[in-house]
């Protein structure tokens, strides 16, 4: 999920489009989270195979004390309302509770927990997370930013319910209006702060922290007010916002038009006191007119009834077509089953896979998943056996892609991966048998490859200077050339750093502001390693008399542990770096590009050095090693 921007599907209409109707405008609109406020069975039928993830409240304060005091309401709940859709409806979060008063706070830590202990019985505690959604007013002291604390009344419940969420990886849900502070204090706070435009700047004393508008400042009194409860490490999803059109003081289109747009825009940058994707979902899709309250509240809507906008504003960023993946490594012990493994990827919008042998388990897994795949042919010595005979290049595709393709959506076929020494000479006859064994099976829809080092790239600073450095390469590059296919390519920033840190800023090598690099033979400007390396790999193609072959990065990532700028905020920065960048390509190459992240999961059983065994975006457990967000 990378930066995510929903909305809140209120139904409190007698004029609203119909459930299915919805969900195709959400879809032509690029909006590809939203959220509903009961387990409206009509609106999760019609999110089947949308690839809408969807926030699922479980209903009132009744529902509430009825799942906090009966466990078996809990497993019933979960098993009608969520297994009956998972996973043709990705369903990510579970909110106990919506902005329930102290009085009925005391509910919400059992009903979480006995929802949770269904999600572990049903498999899903991984991939589908609970939390509850509250009100500002559960943080006192929110001016300054840093003196944000859970206000005294609640904080008997706030603190155990953080608790909760730091340990089962969860969010905290947080309803942020700062349409309502404005109201109510519009002589300290001037519209402008409050509606993202620009001429306020507010610093922070105790962080020294600066804010440019008041949403920034409202999350990040959240964000202290987790820190003072013990609980740091969660994380905020903003699960409604938004500005009233119509019925109330500065309830204008205007106003309106400027909030949410800022918003939208705002949601890729996260706030001050925590930079990076900020989960957002606007408060509402359409103008509701049950909705009880003061007037403005029947005024939220991006929409009106008729799906007709309420105001201009720039449609949501559609994510182009995504091109991140990540690689599905299988050394250890401890991991996963390979249907878990699929459910994971689904779950979290990851719709590209590599594997590195053709693994029936898996393959069976990824039966209709809709995921892409890479898929290596195996070892060097299936390389030897692939190149020695076109009969034996006919049995590998016989058993190991006729029976699952095209159920199993493999892209590429990877024929060998970091290839070495003598076997090198076989990989160009094996990539031949291989492409010929697809046409005799019919099977056209394939593109045949191999996965190089970035060392057989000689010269590769400047990236424009870039050259093969062995001569085997040229008859490779050549050869995808002809068949259209790409050069897969494993690029790791990590390594180029770590074995060269005086001259390689870690900034440069982990997508931080802070360094331009600029080639003299061509004027290109860098600002991030990963794309220099990746030029350079372009440069070596041309030079080959291969310029029109696509670079597809196989493999690229960052160890968390275990060795020399190795650490978790390292590589967070990194991968999230790569996954936010993608889209953009390189300064030589600009538009999208295909990426592959290394690797899914911690292998405890990888060899070599310890960092080896730390690349993982997951702990064996499913749970996350850090904090990232992918595109959808």
Known sequence: ????????????????????????????????????YYPDKEALDALRGSGIAVIVDVGDSGAVANLANNPSAAADWVRDNVEAYWPSVIIRYITVGNELPAGDMGLI???????HKALVSAGLSSSIKVSTAIKMDVVANTFPPSHGVFSSDVQQFMVPIARFLANTVSPLLVNVYPYVSYRENPRDISLNYATFQPGTTVRDDGSGLTYTNLFNAMVDAVYAALEKAGTPN?????????????????????NAMNHNQGVIDNVKNGTPKRPGPLETYVFAMFNE????????????????????????????????????????????????????????????????????????????????????????????????????????????????????????????????????????????????????????????????????????????????????????????????????????????????????????????????????????????????????????????????????????????GWPSAEGFGASMDNARAYNQGLIDHVGRGTPKRPGQMEAYIFAMFNENQKTGAATERHFGLFYPNRSPVYQIAFPN
């Open 109 to 115: 830590l059992p009903a979480m927990q006995n929802v």
């Open 234 to 254: 969660v994380r905020v999803a903003v699960s409604e916002t938004g500005w009233p059109s119509a019925g109330g003081f500065a309830a204008t289109a205007e």
């Open 289 to 556: 007119n049950q909705q009880t309250g003061d007037e403005t509240r029947r005024h939220f809507g991006l929409f009106n009834p008729d799906k007709t906008p309420a105001y201009p504003i720039t449609p949501y960023p559609r994510p182009a077509v995504q091109s991140i993946g990540v690689c599905y490594g299988m050394l250890g012990n401890d991991l996963p089953s390979r249907s878990e493994v699929v459910k994971m990827y689904v779950s979290m919008g990851i719709n590209r896979m590599r594997i590195y042998n053709p693994d029936r388990e898996a393959l069976d897994a990824l039966r209709n998943s809709g995921i892409d795949l890479i898929l290596d042919a195996g070892g060097f010595d299936t390389v030897s056996y692939l190149a020695a005979s076109a009969s034996n290049a006919a049995s590998w595709v016989h058993d190991n892609i006729s029976p699952y393709y095209p159920a199993v959506n493999i892209k590429y076929i990877a024929v060998g991966n970091e290839v070495v020494g003598g076997t090198t000479e076989s990989i160009l006859p094996a990539m031949r048998n291989v492409n010929s064994a697809l046409a005799a099976a019919g099977i056209g829809g394939i593109k045949v490859s191999t996965a190089v080092k970035s060392d057989v790239i000689a010269n590769s600073y400047p990236p424009s200077a870039g050259v093969f450095a062995y001569p085997y390469m040229n008859g490779v590059a050549q050869y995808l050339a002809s068949t259209g296919a790409p050069l897969l390519a494993n690029v790791y920033p990590y390594f180029a750093y770590a074995g060269n840190p005086r001259e390689i800023s870690l900034n440069y090598a982990t997508f931080q502001p802070g360094t331009t690099v600029r080639d003299p033979n061509n004027g290109l400007t860098y600002t991030n390693l990963f794309d220099a390396m990746v030029d350079a790999v372009y440069a070596a193609l041309e030079k080959a008399g291969a310029g029109n072959v696509r670079v597809v990065v196989s493999e690229s």
């Open 1 to 36: 999920m990378g930066a995510v921007n929903g909305v809140c599907y209120g139904v409190l209409g007698d004029n609203l489009p119909s459930r299915s109707e919805v969900v195709q405008l959400l879809k032509s609109q690029g909006i590809g989270a939203m959220r509903i």
